[in-house]
Every structure is written in C-alpha cells, then in structure tokens.
C-alpha cells in the first residue's frame, strides 16, 4: 500500500492561493493517475482534478476549472494542487488520492491520504 502524505492546506481569503502538496511514500508507476478530491462539510466527497504521472494529462471537475492546476514535480516525486481565485465554496478537507485508472471516480483509487483543510472566509 502507498501512503500518502498531504501538506499546504489553510486559511484564506476569497480571491487568495494555497498551493497543496502529496508525496507518495513510493514513487508511482508510470501508469499510475494521482487525484485530488475534496469534502466539504456535509456533503459527499467529490473529484477535483486528476493527472497521468508518466504523461502529465490532467483533467479537472468543472467548478475548479480555470482555477486550479495539478502538476507533478518527477525528481522530487510530488504533486502539487495550485489554487489560485478561491471562493467560500471552497471550503473543504482535500485527499489526495492514487490510482490505476484515468477516471473520476473515487472508487478507481486505492491509496488516500489523510486529508487537509481549506478554509476560504473573509
């Protein structure tokens, strides 16, 4: 089993960044798809963006489009979350998450991390 190690996570205000960061404690096979999810309080976990370690491809949910980015750092064996324009929306705990499949799905993930916060208030 992969672990998964989340960091970056805060308190900002609408308009402001936070940029997250996960560290595989293995460095993924190549098909591996690295996944950021997130849950805001009562309501179900959701997908938020997705990217193909060997290829880069990266895929986003619709409401963080234009506003997030996922990258991969190869030599550090990291990815990052950018998240530039946040809103109270939000507001959440973020997974990061690692599966085989090129899906949104949380289902097609078998590794999770811890989570962490995201607090977007004024």
């Known amino acids: 089993q992969v672990q998964l190690v989340e960091s970056g996570g805060g308190s900002v205000q609408p308009g402001g960044s936070l940029t997250l960061s996960c560290k595989p404690s293995v460095r993924p096979f190549s098909r591996s798809v690295m996944g950021w999810f997130r849950q805001a309080p009562g309501k179900a976990r959701e997908f938020v963006a997705l990217?193909?370690?060997?290829?880069?491809?990266?895929l986003y949910a619709d409401s963080v489009k234009g506003r997030f980015t996922i990258s991969r750092d190869n030599p550090k064996n990291i990815v990052y979350l950018h998240m530039n324009d946040l809103k109270v929306e939000d507001t959440a705990i973020y997974y990061c998450?690692?599966?085989?499949?090129?899906?949104?799905?949380?289902?097609?993930?078998?590794?999770w991390g811890q989570g962490t916060q995201v607090t977007v208030a004024s």
């Open positions: 998450a690692r599966g085989a499949r090129y899906s949104t799905d949380q289902s097609d993930y078998e590794d």
């Open positions: 990217i193909r370690w060997i290829s880069g491809s990266t």
